[in-house]
């Protein structure tokens, strides 16, 4: 059975909350951290996140950072040590959106 999750961030609320160290520790991984050059990246990694937690169906789990995202050299995102799925992250305008499919 597939299992979809999605989420959809608006990217101010997440340029307001990586200023805090303690939000940047709890949500991102150092590969994660050093991946994010601009605010979309950042919205768009969280909003990736959730979207997985909700296509597991078990709520988010914190710290979320457990979760890890990482990219392939041609620069597609996956989900580390979890094969049985797919994202798709995209953003525009003034939000960040995620796609996760779970099989």
């Known amino acids: 059975m597939y299992k979809v999750g999605t989420d959809i961030v608006k990217i101010s609320r997440i340029e307001k909350s990586i200023k805090s160290d303690s939000f940047l520790r709890e949500v991102y991984t150092e ?35 457990k979760v890890e995202i990482l990219y392939t050299d041609k620069g597609k995102p996956y989900i580390a040590n979890d094969e049985s799925c797919d994202l798709s992250i995209s953003h525009d305008g003034e939000y960040a959106i995620a796609v996760v499919v779970k099989w």
Request: aromatic content about 12%; proline content about 3%.
């Open 31 to 65: 590969a994660e951290l050093n991946h994010c050059k601009t605010i979309e990246n950042y919205a768009g990694l969280f909003a990736a996140k959730e979207a997985y937690f909700k296509a597991l169906g078990t709520g988010i789990k914190r710290p979320i950072r």
